[in-house]
C-alpha cells in the first residue's frame, strides 16, 4: 500500500510540475482541460 500512495504522490506531483509549466504558456482554461486529459489518460475514463 505504502508503494502505491508514494508512486500516486509522484504521479500527482509529475502533473503539478507540468502544469505549472503550461502555465507559463496557457490560459487557465487549456491548463485545466490539460490537466483533464491528462487523469483521464491515466485513469482510462
Do not use: F
Not at 502544469?19 to 490537466?35: G, H, N, P, R
Amino acid at each position: 500500500m505504502n508503494d502505491d500512495l508514494d508512486k500516486l504522490m509522484n504521479e500527482l506531483l509529475a502533473a503539478i510540475e507540468e502544469v505549472l509549466y503550461l502555465e507559463l504558456q496557457y490560459s487557465d482554461a487549456d491548463i485545466v482541460d490539460k490537466l483533464i486529459s491528462i487523469v483521464e489518460v491515466k485513469y482510462d475514463i
